[in-house]
């Protein structure tokens, strides 16, 4: 039997190397564009996808901005990602998404259209209309909007077979949840009868609260930490690490992992760069 929390963990060690190494690239300014680093929350779709992949199921996704490790975490291309980065037609999104709006066909991942919320009553409308097993992705602060609570609501009248994630990184740019708000979201949900809980985003605890998925409407608001700026490269300091308390969890095999993800993501760029 695979251990659980090293599957999750060597795809969020994809997913790490890969914003690392992006992060080099923006610094260099190789990328132009405003570029949404999710290292720090890739333990989130790293573990919702390992989830998926052992219930043997390919839902529908709809993901937010900060979207390259769920990209990555469900099966996106590394190679179409770094097309898509660097503008050109063989991009996952045709050199036309960017950063921003990236997607997999193939995978079912759908891409965000650049109005903040707009993938919940989107991915409501497409579970309402396939009645099939739906994930929705959005920030904490996105998940604010009008027609997010209220598409939130519509999934729970019709007791819809959709997984909503807030990515709940405290932060809208750089407004705190605090200055923004007197209410959090899995309280909301809950007053529209949605289950709702507030979790870490702990691999096992993710885990535990995904027993009976897609079964009924669920909110999972998940505090994480986000280690780059809102674009760009940089960084607002030292915080908690996910990654590197799992890193030292696996020892030896997690460096050897990390080192594995770092080399695979370096080749890929050298690969795509080269093609020119
Ligand atoms: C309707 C709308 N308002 C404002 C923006 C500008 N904007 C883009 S991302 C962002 C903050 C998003 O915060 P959150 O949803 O928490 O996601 P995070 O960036 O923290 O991952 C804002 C205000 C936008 N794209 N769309
Ligand atoms: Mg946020």
Redesign the pocket.
């Known amino acids: 039997m695979k251990d659980f929390r090293l599957e999750v963990f060597k795809k969020a060690s994809l997913c790490r190397n890969f914003e690392n190494i992006l992060y080099e690239k923006v610094q260099e300014k190789l990328i132009k564009f405003p570029v949404?680093l999710?290292a720090g929350?890739e333990f989130i779709a790293a573990t919702i996808s390992e989830k998926i992949s052992e219930l043997n199921i390919s839902p529908d996704i709809f993901i937010?901005?900060?979207g390259h490790s769920t990209y990555l975490s469900f099966g996106g291309s590394i190679d179409e990602l770094i097309d898509e980065l660097l503008g050109r037609k063989t991009g996952c999104a045709l050199g036309m998404g960017g950063s921003?709006s990236i997607q997999c066909k193939k995978k079912n991942i759908y891409g965000h259209d650049?109005?903040?919320?707009?993938q919940v009553p989107i991915g409501v409308g497409a579970c309402f209309a396939s009645k099939c097993p739906t994930i929705v992705f959005?920030?904490?602060?996105?998940?604010?909007?009008d027609y997010c609570l209220s598409a939130i609501g519509w999934a729970s009248t019709k007791n819809l077979p959709i997984l909503f994630v807030v990515?709940?990184?405290?932060?809208?740019?750089l407004t705190e949840k605090k200055v923004r708000r007197n209410w959090e979201m899995h309280d909301v949900a809950k007053g529209m009868q949605v289950k709702s809980f507030n979790i870490s985003d702990d691999p096992l605890i993710i885990n535990k609260h995904l027993q009976n998925v897609f079964d009924f409407p669920l909110l999972l608001n998940i505090n994480t930490v986000?280690k780059f700026w809102?674009?760009g490269a940089g960084t607002d300091g030292e915080n908690f690490d996910r990654y590197e308390e799992e890193l030292k969890y696996f020892g030896d095999e997690g460096n050897a992992i990390d080192k594995y993800n770092k080399n695979l993501v370096l080749d890929a760029w050298q690969r795509q760069l080269e093609k020119q």
Not at 138 to 145: F, L, T
Not at 167 to 173: G, H, Q, R
């Open positions: 949404y999710s929350q937010q901005h900060r921003a650049g109005l903040m919320g707009n959005v920030g904490d602060s996105a998940a604010e909007e990515e709940d990184n405290n932060l809208s740019i986000r809102h674009a």
